[in-house]
């Protein structure tokens, strides 16, 4: 027992090194392992968990508003892929090829799903034939394989994730464009909701945007150790699919048309994103709206007092479960009370109940938050009220800390200088910028790795010369080193 609970807390500090700090969280809250095949992952059942309630939730958005989910093959043959351009010159160097079938070598090589766009856009060719047929609605539940030969992150960057990816095909450029911005602030709305992470929504410069698409919108959140995390993104893709794929429709006027078509996703880097955000040295911290298990009941017993303490404390479960919170009793024998505390709060599970015999006898429980270790005492009667108002508010806090962290990492600069050295104080500069290919290369080179996360739709006039080369700016946008 002892040597189980020396090794169950995190030796790292989240301060002090942050990346053994987050290995270790992911870990020892048994949300991962690592697979026999480099840069992939196995999502255990309290790392699935996380993702099952962000695809509920925004299942529940999407279809709310129209959108059905379906489902494509993850096999794309190359003639498929090649047929845009520049969407299969952004990819390339990803791509994962399946050449062979057993001893077969076959005629044509089957890329396997880096996104979906050529694969469902040569369907939506076939099912498009009039404006009727329009909008087209469709999203997928999937995985895609990006053989990425970056360092590794569980969450963040793996070579293969789940995600999500809409892809809508529309009859006018104006509902097309009302579709990108609509599915971007369904993001807002779940990052900032329900993962209780802010975000900061802008466009993507040129030599930033999806592979094949006219712009991309995005949004960016910042993380506790300095760097930028692009959350989730919408693409508005034009006709640059639809010409090459002969999506056409007679339209109200009988004169065909190419359909305008969008494309937008957010995957399983958001569970890398909440533990980042919320988490501390005592492991996972897990926002109510989003935990798979948001109120454990530890009862404290002792002999004599054994049976009365977990039949109250199951009363009280049931009672919860009645009022749908995801609520668990941990009456393991095995292990102690102080055991089971370090355990549940590793994991992150939003409130703790304990009751004991003092408890009992007076008709009152113990109410313990993750996110601040309050300790409360409250009358049993009074507990349904309290829990809500404790989980809202624990919701609440936990976007306001980190609306608070990063209000104060962007810093507005006016010379390159004072740009470096905000980036090295691990700030997010906000600078005025010509949006210039060349120019951003040119920051990134000197900065050791800095892009341009987003031009914030948010502007004031950006009435100056580029942070970088002194050229007309065209507005204001944010830097960091991202993940």
Known sequence: MESKEENLGLTAKKSEDFNEWYNQVVLKADMIDYSLVSGCIIFKPNSYAIWEKIQKIFDDKIKRSGHKNC??????????????????????????????????????????????????????????????????????????????????????????????????????KEDAEKEVMQQLFEYVDLIENYMAIPVIAGKK??????????????????????????????????????????????????????????????????????????????????????????????????????????????????????????????????????????????????LRIEIGPKDLEAEQLVLVRRDTNEKQTIKTKDLEKKIEDILNNIQESLFQKAKEYLIKSIVE????????????????????????????DNIKDKSEGATCRCIPFEQKPAVGKCIQCGSEAKYWALFAKGY
Not at 109 to 121: D, F, Q, W
Not at 152 to 159: D, N, Q, S, V, Y
Not at 415 to 434: H, I, S, V
């Open 413 to 440: 600069v006016h010379n390159f200088n004072d740009f470096l050295n905000e980036l090295k104080n691990k700030k997010m500069p906000k600078a005025m910028f010509c949006g210039q290919a060349e120019c951003e």
């Open 71 to 172: 489902y494509f093959p993850m096999f794309i043959p190359e003639s498929l892929l090649k047929k845009e351009a520049e969407h299969v010159e952004g990819f390339s160097p990803e791509v994962a090829w399946v050449t062979r079938a057993g001893d077969t070598e076959l005629n044509e090589r089957l890329a396997i799903r880096p996104t979906s766009e050529t694969v469902m856009y040569e369907s939506y060719a076939k099912w498009i034939r009039s404006w009727r047929d329009l909008p087209l609605l469709l999203n997928q539940w999937n995985s895609v394989v990006r053989w990425e030969f970056k360092h590794a992150k569980p969450f963040l960057r793996t070579r293969e994730f789940l995600w999500q990816e809409g892809h809508t095909a529309h009859a006018t």
């Open 205 to 350: 410069t040129d030599k930033e945007k999806f592979a094949g698409a006219d712009y991309t919108t995005a949004v960016e959140a910042y993380m506790p150790d300095g760097k930028a995390l692009q959350m989730g993104t919408s693409h508005m893709l034009g006709q640059n699919f639809s010409k090459p794929f002969e999506i056409k429709f007679l339209d109200k006027d009988e004169k065909e048309k190419y359909a305008w078509q969008t494309s937008w996703g957010l995957s399983t880097r958001t569970i890398g994103a909440v533990v980042m955000a919320h988490g501390d040295d005592k492991g996972l911290v897990l926002p109510p709206k989003i935990a798979p298990l948001q109120i454990v009941v530890v009862p404290i017993v002792f002999k004599d007092n054994k049976d009365a303490i977990i039949t109250k404390a199951k009363e009280i479960v049931k009672k919860l479960k009645a009022k749908n919170y995801a609520v668990e009793l941990d009456d393991r024998d095995s292990y102690t009370p102080g055991w089971k505390f370090n355990e549940w709060e590793l994991k992150g599970v939003p």
